[in-house]
C-alpha cells in the first residue's frame, strides 16, 4: 500500500457530494478539512441555502459548522459541472431512480465513490452494481467507502478511520487521498465485495442489538449477537467472494462494534423501538433519518437464500419486523435456530486459519447445492 505516494491528485480538488443528509454533510466536512472545494447536492432548496449561507444544516448536524469551502447547491447539474471526484450519500434505495436523473450530467472519467450501506431491494444489488448498472461506467472508476463512521462524532472531528476499496488500487488511493485530514483516515482495499456487504450486514446485527436492548437483556445477550453475527456477516460476505480478512476489519468488524454501541446509530435505535414493543409501521413514521437495515432485511435473506447461507440472527429481525416473533422470544433462536444438537463454533477455525473456515463453508455449500441440483444466484 506504499504505492499511495506515487498517487496523483488536484492541489485543491473539487469534489461533488450528492446528498445532504448527516452522512452527505459530515463527508463534505471531511472532504474539506483535507483540503477540497466541496459543493454537496441538497433536493431541498432551503436546505441547500442553509449550507450554503449559514455553513450549518441544522436538521441533521446540530451544532455543528461547516468550513467555508463547503458550498452547496438545489441544482444538480450546477453541482456536477467541473467535479473531479463524486461521492453519493443518499438512501439506498432512492439511488437508482436518481442516477437514471443525473446520469448524462456526471463528467467523463471522474471517480464515484459510493457512502451508502445498503442493497436494492427487488434486485439484490450493492451501491456499486446500481452505480455500474446505471451509469454504465468501468468498475475502476467505482470506490465505496465505509468503516464505523457515525456521523455527529465524525462531524465533531473525534478521529476515525475508514476504508475505501475500488477494484482499481489507484482509484482506491486517489479517493482514500482526498478522505483524509488530521481526525479522518482512510485506509484502501481492493475487495469491494466485502468492504460493502460488511457496511450492509452489520446494520441488520445492529438491528439484533437494538432489540435486545428494547427487551431489557443486557450485555451477555449482545456480546453473543456481536460474535455470532459476524459469522454470519463473514459467511455471508465469502460467498459472494468477498475476503474474510475485510470483514474483521474497519468495513465489518469495526463498524459492527460502532454500530452495536451507540444510540446515535439509527439502525440500532430502530430495534431498540421494535423491542420497546413498537411496530415496524409505528418505527418506520418515528424515524427521521435512514436505517438502511430495515430495508435491507428482505433481499440479504433472499441473497443468503440462494448461497444457502445460514443467517439465523438476521432472519429472527425479519421475524419480529413482520411481527411475527414476539422481541421477547428472540434470545433464545438468536444464537442458532438448529435443534438438532450442538453446534460447532466455528469461530476459531476461522481465526485460526485466518478465515479458511468461511472459505471452506462457502466451498461445502457451493458443493451441497450442486449435489442437490441447486444454483447459487
Ligand atoms: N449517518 C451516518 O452516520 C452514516 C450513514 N451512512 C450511509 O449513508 C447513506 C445516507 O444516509 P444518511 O445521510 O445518514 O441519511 P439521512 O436520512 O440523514 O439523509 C438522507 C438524505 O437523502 C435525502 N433523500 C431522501 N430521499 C431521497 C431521494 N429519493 N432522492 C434524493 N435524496 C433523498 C434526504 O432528504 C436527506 O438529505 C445511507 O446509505 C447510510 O447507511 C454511512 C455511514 C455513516
Ligand atoms: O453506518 C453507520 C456507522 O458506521 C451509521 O449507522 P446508522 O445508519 O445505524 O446510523
Redesign the pocket.
Known amino acids: 500500500m506504499s504505492r499511495a505516494s506515487k498517487v496523483v491528485v488536484p492541489p485543491r480538488p473539487r469534489v461533488t457530494v450528492l ?8 463527508f463534505s466536512k471531511v472532504l474539506a478539512d483535507g483540503g477540497a472545494d466541496v459543493t454537496v447536492w ?3 432548496p432551503e ?1 441547500a441555502k442553509e449550507i450554503r449561507e449559514a455553513k450549518r444544516n441544522s436538521d ?1 448536524l446540530p451544532g455543528v459548522n461547516l468550513p467555508p469551502t463547503v458550498t452547496a447547491t438545489s441544482d444538480v447539474g450546477r453541482a456536477l459541472a467541473d467535479a473531479q471526484f463524486v461521492f453519493v ?4 434505495q ?1 439511488l437508482r ?2 442516477l437514471v436523473e443525473l446520469k448524462t450530467l456526471i463528467p467523463e472519467g471522474v471517480p464515484i465513490t459510493s ?4 442493497v436494492e431491494k427487488g434486485t439484490g444489488l450493492r ?1 456499486s452494481e446500481v452505480l455500474e448498472s446505471v451509469l454504465e461506467i468501468d468498475p475502476d472508476r467505482i470506490a465505496v467507502a ?1 468503516g464505523p ?4 462524532e465524525i462531524a465533531k472531528e473525534q478521529p476515525t478511520a475508514a476504508v475505501v476499496s475500488s477494484a482499481s488500487l489507484e482509484t482506491a488511493e486517489r479517493v482514500a487521498m482526498v478522505a483524509t485530514n488530521r481526525y479522518f483516515r482512510s485506509f484502501v482495499n481492493t475487495d469491494v465485495i466485502g468492504t460493502e456487504f460488511g ?1 450492509v450486514l452489520k ?1 441488520l446485527i445492529a438491528v439484533a442489538i437494538g432489540i435486545v436492548d428494547g427487551v431489557g437483556y443486557g450485555e451477555n445477550t449482545k456480546a453473543s449477537i456481536i460474535t455470532r453475527g459476524l459469522v454470519e456477516m463473514t459467511d455471508f460476505a465469502v460467498a459472494y467472494g468477498g475476503h474474510p480478512e475485510t470483514l474483521s476489519g474497519l468495513a465489518g468488524l469495526g463498524d459492527l462494534i460502532a454500530t452495536s454501541g451507540s444510540s ?3 439502525n440500532n435505535t430502530a430495534g431498540r423501538l421494535l423491542g420497546q414493543g413498537y411496530s415496524f409501521a409505528d418505527v418506520v413514521k418515528s424515524m ?3 436505517a ?1 437495515g430495515l430495508a435491507s432485511v428482505a433481499p440479504v435473506l433472499t441473497l443468503a437464500e440462494a448461497k444457502g447461507v445460514d443467517m439465523p440472527i438476521c432472519r429472527q429481525v425479519s421475524q419480529v419486523l413482520a411481527g411475527t416473533l414476539d422481541p421477547r422470544d428472540i434470545a433464545p433462536h438468536l444464537t442458532t435456530d438448529d435443534d438438532s444438537g450442538p453446534q460447532g463454533e466455528r469461530t476459531l477455525d476461522a481465526k485460526q486459519d485466518h478465515g479458511g473456515g468461511a472459505v471452506r463453508r462457502a466451498l461445502q455449500r457451493a458443493l451441497d447445492q450442486l449435489r442437490h441440483g441447486r444454483r447459487g444466484a
Open positions: 446528498g445532504a443528509g448527516s452522512w452527505g454533510t459530515t441538497a433536493r431541498r436546505l441533521y450519500s443518499i438512501p439506498s432512492s431512480g436518481n457512502l451508502m450501506k445498503g451501491m465505509s463512521n457515525l456521523a455527529l457496511g446494520n446515535l446509530s439509527r427521521q433519518q435512514t438502511e
